[in-house]
């Protein structure tokens, strides 16, 4: 599921308020950044600095001489920041930076985990101790040991995400410039009272080490823009939101900056405004063309979490669910998902896409692997304790069990499980895009951006807004609709998939808040895809009157 | 498990004194002309279980302190875990260096002088000395007995027990410890063809019956399996607890006042203005926080050190007042209202029983899931039935349903009361995290909105 309704949905000041206090215990967590911090507009304190490795390996010592058979330790600095504006005003500059010690050890087939900020050798040794502590205070309750799938040793190994600028480098006048300038240009549409607009980094340093001997340390970067734009009738008849106008990515300022928030935010504004005098949808079936800003989400939901092996197996069932695409032995090369020219990739190599990483938090390399196979489902999403679940299925495709490398934990504090890699729908082999299937669409609606979304526990019935509505005929725009929503079955939505566009129409879509697991933790995730077309979709009417 | 004791110390989190201390060295270091600290330390302690046995179990411990630093009308904050000397000065300076970058925010409101505050009151010994091994033992009520019926037990038992802070160079301090828990399971059949649900969640554990929790949820699961399809449409609906709570609290989270002045918000008033003193639901509901509630407490001051106080949100169907920050109340003229972190509903008569004995043809619903909005013009959300759907008819439980999707909105379910029980604290968090305080009574409804059908157990 993803949880972005804890974020700019309620309106008003509570997007600000969450970036102000208090945060729960759960959040962000630690390391140290090699060098002095850089920062041009003013003298910078100097940077913190912690023995990373030496306490990893203090970590490791104290869970081994605990008894743990197996052990991992991650040490990580997590630091956000944010701008947040409205109109022409700043709410709020935050910077959160949190640093600490999780450990992971696993004592006759069971886990336990423990996390400490006080990053000495007693702190990460106490901490490792508790995780042995908890495994054996846990051992009562087992039923199944924990085997994990090997994998290969990586000593010494640095990543680095895809970025050209560190955020953390541009001065906040720059920042705080930009968006004000790029509300100003929104606001001059004359039914566009109100602009909320934000600048999201976050930047990780993630050092991971285990008892088989990998040593990795890793730099992620990630940047998003969130923006709302409403527009208010006059008499107060009515007011519409035009959202999700960037997608996040993992890249550094220059994706801010590729945006053109200036240039587009009249335009963006002209869309609220329009949504205001749009007509309401009439309810029905109509042919669909999603535009990736949109489709993101809707394979987000409806293949991404469903292919989750641990979702599959009912180990989510009491938060996130089971899936539909269950037992694995009925529907691994037999499920049918949609047309044969649909392929969904699993990966964690996407250049600037948000689940991208070297080696996930069980020291794993991560490899591309075919959910969806000409149509067909192929494979689940796993870690290393589950990618032994599917031995038979790898032994009949000849295959080694491995893990996907979907391992992840949001924090230093969070113990690691099973997450979602970037999960995309292949291009077509056709060179055509938006443009060409509106023209060969003759009665529908294309759909552009995100909106409301909800999706059953197994991920059967889901219902999905958007942003922009148009009306298509003839192969044509012919308006703007508003208060639609669309309701689907998995299997019958991507059955009848009928056209989808080229390499050249295939773009990213994201998200910074995938939650998953208890205590609940965020993921960030991309989606890539082209814009595609569905048939006869059912299309509701949201719009009641109070 | 002796040596669990010795080895995890009860729940850690700062001590007034502890957080005063605290504070006041990081105020020391600050030049800013104004400048706030506040302080989140704790434990949340968390065992999770899958197929009838844990599958995670942890601890973490934190604390984090945000520095606000204020020149002028141009502030910043920075927050960080890193507590020694080095690490607070690097807070405090990158938050002065940032405070003075930042552009003028014309609404800064400035520092709040001391204040008096109420003790708050969500703090239970009970909750904060439960250990790994007290938890695995809470978590074996039910799985024992979920094994013991061939079914199968997942679920979550977290429970947090920190406190929270607020000092500012004007002298104002404020402090509060308060403690979390909630439990949950749903157990299904190996076949999956049914699921029941049921969960508690309280500040204080020992109100928590865990043995309790899993047979509801074993005997939800069996009553569920194998159900069957009927028609979405609009239907009579009787709503245990849970199911009123997650749709109830929206409302609670819509209660803005400057949302609703600036024409964006179901509470704006058609041709200006907000509903305060308009009738939007059942005359016979009434909506409450009150933080000294000892059902539903509540923080007894805000994130600046605002005291909180019971505030009447809706009375008699009426709205009584919606949500004011300081900015917002000076340039209405009116006092602040802090939004309270905890809801209580009132309830009615009827029992359970007696509002489903008086449904011809209805649906009773276990929780709703995956709840998201549609149309903040009328707070419309949608999400589905989970975990314990049955059909009612004549009076009598029949059978089980398939789940449904239902496109609607707390404003028009509270518009169409039938009945309402007595109010319980439910757990209404989808994570099963403790969630938001809450108190509701069942209730029964008619013409509630299902729009589609879903095949999911």
């Known amino acids: 599921m993803t949880d972005r309704r804890d974020f700019l949905k309620h309106g008003s000041l509570a997007a600000a308020a969450l970036w102000t206090g208090a945060c729960s215990s759960g959040a962000p967590p630690t390391i140290p950044a090699p060098g002095p911090a850089q920062t041009p507009s003013a003298t910078p304190p100097a940077d913190i600095q912690i023995p990373t490795r030496e306490l990893m390996m203090r970590a490791l010592d104290a869970a081994r001489d605990a008894g743990a058979g197996y052990a991992d330790v991650r040490i990580g600095r997590y630091r956000n920041n944010f701008i947040v504006t409205r109109e022409q005003q700043i709410i709020n500059v935050v910077d959160t930076d949190s640093i600490g010690c999780g450990v992971r050890a696993l004592v006759d087939g069971t886990w336990g985990f423990g996390a400490t900020r006080t990053l000495t050798a007693d702190g990460v040794a106490g901490a490792a101790r508790e995780a042995v502590a908890i495994a054996k205070a846990s051992r009562i309750a087992r039923d199944r040991s924990v085997e994990l799938a090997p994998t290969e040793v990586h000593r010494d190994v640095t990543w680095k995400s895809t970025y050209e600028i560190d955020p953390w480098t541009v001065p906040i006048e720059q920042k705080v410039d930009l968006l004000l300038r790029a509300n100003a240009e929104a606001l001059k549409v004359p039914t566009v009272k109100y602009v909320f607009s934000i600048m999201y980094f976050v930047k990780e340093d993630r050092s991971f080490a285990s008892t088989e001997g990998s040593t990795i340390d890793q730099t992620v970067i990630r940047s998003w823009v969130p923006m709302q734009i409403t527009a208010v009738a006059p008499d107060f008849s009515d007011f519409q939101n035009r959202s999700s106008v960037v997608q996040p990515a993992g890249r550094g300022y220059e994706y801010v900056l590729a945006q053109d928030l200036v240039g587009n935010a009249a335009k963006w504004a002209e869309e609220a405004a329009q949504k205001i005098k749009a007509k309401p949808v009439e309810v029905g079936k109509y042919d669909l063309i999603l535009h990736p800003s949109h489709l993101w989400l809707t394979i987000h939901e409806s293949i991404g979490h469903p292919t989750e092996l641990d979702r599959a197996l009912g180990y989510e069932a009491n938060y996130a669910g089971t899936s539909f695409i269950a037992p694995p032995e009925k529907m691994l090369g037999k499920l049918k998902y949609g047309p044969e020219f649909m392929n969904v990739r699993g990966d964690r190599s996407q250049p600037g896409a948000c689940a991208t990483i070297g080696y996930d938090d069980e020291g794993v390399k991560p490899e591309d692997f075919l959910i969806i196979k000409n149509g067909v489902f192929n494979d689940y999403q796993t870690t290393r304790e589950q990618a032994n679940w599917l031995k038979w299925w790898y032994d009949q495709q000849g295959i080694r069990p491995r893990s996907h490398g979907c391992s992840n934990g949001d924090s230093w504090a969070s113990v690691q499980f099973q997450r979602m890699p970037n999960v995309s729908l292949l291009p077509g082999e056709r060179d055509i895009g938006w443009d060409e299937i509106i023209a060969d669409t003759d009665r529908g609606i294309a759909i552009v951006g995100d909106g409301s979304f909800s999706i059953d526990q197994q991920r059967y019935n889901a219902q999905f807004g958007g942003q922009v509505f148009h009306e298509i005929r003839g192969g044509k725009i012919v308006g703007m609709l508003k208060d639609v929503a669309y309701q689907m079955r998995t299997p019958d939505f991507w059955n009848a998939m009928d056209m989808i566009g080229g390499q050249r129409s295939y773009e990213l879509g994201a998200s910074f808040f995938d939650g998953k697991g208890q205590p609940p933790q965020s993921n960030a995730v991309s989606h890539g895809c082209p814009p595609a077309r569905f048939r006869q979709i059912n299309v509701i009417n949201t719009g009641r009157k109070a | ?457």
Request: charged share 20%; proline share 6%; hydrophobic share 40%.
């Open chain 2, 1 to 457: 498990m002796s040596t669990l004791v010795s080895l995890l110390a009860p729940a850690r989190y700062l001590s007034r004194a502890e957080a005063e201390a605290l504070a006041r060295r990081a105020l020391s270091m600050a030049t800013a002309e104004a400048t706030r600290v506040s302080i989140q330390s704790g434990t949340r302690g968390n065992t999770r279980f899958a197929v009838n046995q844990i599958s995670t179990a942890g601890d973490d411990f934190n604390t984090t302190i945000t520095v606000r630093s204020l020149y002028g009308r141009r502030s910043a904050s920075v927050t960080t875990n890193k507590l020694d000397d080095d690490g607070l000065r690097y807070a405090v300076e990158t938050s002065e260096r940032l405070a003075k970058l930042a552009p003028e925010d014309p609404e800064e409101m400035g520092e709040l002088p001391p204040q008096q505050y109420a003790e708050s009151q969500g703090w239970s010994d009970a909750t904060a000395a439960l250990e790994p091994d007290g938890r695995a033992r809470a978590v074996r009520a039910i799985t024992e007995a979920t094994r013991a019926a061939d079914l199968h037990g997942t679920g979550y038992l977290e429970t947090t027990a920190g406190s929270f802070a607020v000092a500012n160079s004007k002298g104002l301090f404020a402090y509060a410890r308060g403690t979390g828990t909630a439990l949950t399971t749903t157990v299904r059949t190996p076949d999956g063809s049914g699921s029941g649900w049921a969960g508690e969640s309280h500040h204080d554990f020992s109100r928590l019956n865990p043995a309790s929790i899993g047979e509801r949820a074993i005997q939800k699961a069996r009553l569920s399996a194998n159900a069957v399809a009927i028609e979405p449409g609009r239907y009579t609906v009787v709503l245990e607890p849970t199911a009123v709570a997650n749709l109830v609290q929206l409302l609670g989270f819509a209660l803005n006042a400057r949302n609703a002045d600036e024409g964006r918000s179901f509470f704006s008033k058609p041709g200006g203005g907000n509903k305060i003193g308009m009738k939007i639901v059942d005359e016979r509901v009434t909506i409450v926080s009150d933080p000294l509630d000892p059902e539903v407490p509540a923080n007894t001051f805000t994130g600046e050190g605002l005291p909180t106080s019971r505030t009447i949100w809706i009375e008699n169907g009426v709205v009584k007042n919606l949500s004011y920050d300081r900015f917002w109340a000076q340039k209405s003229g009116r006092p602040p209202v802090p939004f309270v972190g905890s809801l209580r509903m009132n309830g009615g008569s009827a029992s359970m029983e007696e509002m489903i004995a008086s449904t011809p043809r209805g649906i009773l619903v276990t929780r709703f899931w995956y709840i998201r909005p549609v149309d903040p013009r009328t707070i419309l959300y949608t999400g589905l039935t989970r975990d314990g759907t049955f059909l009612i008819e004549n009076g009598r439980i029949t059978k089980a349903i398939k789940n449904l999707r239902f496109n609607e909105s707390p404003v028009f379910m509270l518009n169409n009361l039938e009945a309402m029980g007595a109010p319980v604290r439910v757990s209404a968090s989808e994570s099963g995290s403790p969630g938001l305080a809450i108190s509701v009574p069942p209730i029964k409804v008619r013409d509630f909105t299902f729009t589609s059908l879903s095949d999911a157990v």
